[in-house]
T-cell receptor
Framework: KQEVTQIPAALSVPEGENLVLNCSFT??????LQWFRQDPGKGLTSLLL?????REQTSGRLNASLDKSSGRSTLYIAASQPGDSATYLC???????????FGTGTLLAVQP | DGGITQSPKYLFRKEGQNVTLSCEQN?????MYWYRQDPGQGLRLIYY???????QKGDIAEGYSVSREKKESFPLTVTSAQKNPTAFYLC???????????????FGQGTRLTVV
C-alpha cells in the first residue's frame, strides 16, 4: 500500500533563504507526483506536476525534483518570502486512477 | 473563470441530520473526487467518479453518499450514519486522457462542516 511522508512537519526560516521540502513515497511505481499549497482554511492550489518520466519541473521560484528509484521528491523554494508561508502537500496517484494519496504536509513560516 | 466551486463555505449540522455539500466544475473534467481533511492528518478519499452515473467508494465512504447526474456536478451527502462528520471537505476534479493518469488535479476552496 502506497504511503507518503513529508519531513519536516514544520519549518520556520527568515525571509530570503532558499529552502527544501521533502516528500517520500513507498511504492516507486507512480505515474506522477503533484505538489500543492494550502493556505489556512482554504483549498489546495496546484503548484507543480512532475510526470514519472521527468526528473525536474520548474515554475518561477519553485523547482520540484523526482527520483522514482529512491522514492523521493523535493520542492525547492528560492529566495523565500513571507507570502510563501503556507502548508505544502505532496501527493501521488494511488493506482490506475487519479485518486491521490497525500502526505500530511509541511507547515512553512517565512519570517520577515 | 474556469474552476471548481464548493458551497457553502461553512455548514452546521445538528445530530441526526443529513446535509449536502455542493461541488460544481466548469473545467469539462471527467473525473471528480471528494476528500476529507482532519487536523494533523493527510487528505483521505471519500468517493470518486470518472463518468456520469458512476462512482466508486474511497477509503472512508461509510456514512457518506454521492451522485453524479451531470458531468459538472458531484454533490456529497453526509448522512446521520457518519458519527464524526466535523471536518474540512474538499472537492477536486481532473481530466482523463488516453494515456491514463498523467493529469493534474484541481481543488475547490472547501466546505467546513461542524456538528452542533
Amino acid at each position: 500500500k502506497q504511503e507518503v511522508t513529508q519531513i519536516p512537519a514544520a519549518l520556520s526560516v527568515p525571509e530570503g533563504e532558499n529552502l527544501v521540502l521533502n516528500c517520500s513515497f513507498t511504492d516507486s511505481a507512480i505515474y506522477n507526483l503533484q505538489w500543492f499549497r494550502q493556505d489556512p482554511g482554504k483549498g489546495l492550489t496546484s503548484l507543480l506536476l512532475i510526470q514519472s518520466s521527468q526528473r525536474e519541473q520548474t515554475s518561477g521560484r519553485l523547482n520540484a525534483s523526482l527520483d522514482k528509484s529512491s522514492g523521493r521528491s523535493t520542492l525547492y523554494i528560492a529566495a523565500s518570502q513571507p507570502g510563501d508561508s503556507a502548508t505544502y502537500l505532496c501527493a501521488v496517484p494511488g493506482g490506475a486512477t487519479n485518486k491521490l494519496i497525500f502526505g500530511t504536509g509541511t507547515l512553512l513560516a517565512v519570517q520577515p | 473563470d474556469g474552476g471548481i466551486t464548493q458551497s457553502p463555505k461553512y455548514l452546521f449540522r445538528k445530530e441526526g441530520q443529513n446535509v449536502t455539500l455542493s461541488c460544481e466544475q466548469n473545467l469539462n473534467h471527467d473525473a471528480m473526487y471528494w476528500y476529507r481533511q482532519d487536523p494533523g492528518q493527510g487528505l483521505r478519499l471519500i468517493y470518486y467518479s470518472q463518468i456520469v452515473n458512476d462512482f466508486q467508494k474511497g477509503d472512508i465512504a461509510e456514512g457518506y453518499s454521492v451522485s453524479r447526474e451531470k458531468k459538472e456536478s458531484f454533490p456529497l451527502t453526509v448522512t446521520s450514519a457518519q458519527k464524526n462528520p466535523t471536518a474540512f471537505y474538499l472537492c477536486a476534479s481532473s481530466p482523463i486522457t488516453g494515456r491514463g493518469v498523467d493529469t493534474e488535479a484541481f481543488f475547490g476552496q472547501g466546505t467546513r462542516l461542524t456538528v452542533v
